[in-house]
């Protein structure tokens, strides 16, 4: 009721900085989760799965079916020490690492519009997150999707209107690699 009224283009203003610095904050969260493994997924033989061959890890694993009223789903103990588990908060690192932050660095260096980095984020980051959350093993469900889920598809719906915004906003200029401005501006 008390807060500051800033104009819409303000607003957009300081998500665009949020946006652009998310991706880079996430990484490093997502860095965790890998360590913690507290992102697990369904089993698998995937290259890049988590192995299961020690007994804690497949005691683990267990745990997280057990937990989710699935244990009947897991494949015999021989089986399973030859598999893996999908470790979502790895796949996020690396997705992160590799695309997402890339990306948004280098439209840092490009002319672009303010809300470029908002848009660049929903687009790289949502349709992933989305489908990397049908490997859950224990998240609850709503009509079939989990929460980030449901999040996803909003954020995404929202993308309509960070388009039209962006239009009409001016252009942003980049920065150098020496740290100046390509153009009048300032760059987020």
């Known amino acids: 009721r008390f807060r500051v009224r800033l104009p819409s283009a303000d607003r957009m203003r300081y998500l665009e900085a949020v946006s652009y610095t998310f ?7 997502r860095l965790a989760c890998t360590l913690a493994h507290d992102h697990p997924g369904t089993v698998t033989n995937f290259p890049l799965a988590v192995s299961l061959a020690s007994a804690p890890a497949r005691a683990y694993i267990a745990q997280v079916y057990l937990g989710a009223g699935r244990l009947s789903e897991l494949p015999p103990p021989a089986t399973l020490a030859s598999m893996g588990f999908h470790d979502l908060g790895w796949y996020e690192f690396l997705y992160l690492g590799f695309v997402v932050v890339p990306i948004t660095l280098w439209l840092a260096r490009v002319q672009r519009r303010t809300g470029t980095f908002v848009a660049s984020f929903l ?35 929202a993308l309509p209107v960070v ?9 942003q200029a980049g920065a150098q690699a020496d740290g100046s ?8």
């Open 163 to 171: 388009f039209f915004l962006a239009r009409r906003s001016p252009r």
């Open 23 to 29: 991706p880079m904050a996430l990484l490093v969260g």
């Open 181 to 188: 401005e390509t153009s009048e501006g300032r760059s987020i």
């Open 123 to 157: 687009v790289l980051y949502m349709p992933v997150r989305f489908l990397f959350d049908f490997l859950r093993v224990g998240d609850t469900r709503y009509a079939g999707l989990t929460p980030a889920q449901w999040v996803s598809l909003i954020m995404l719906s």
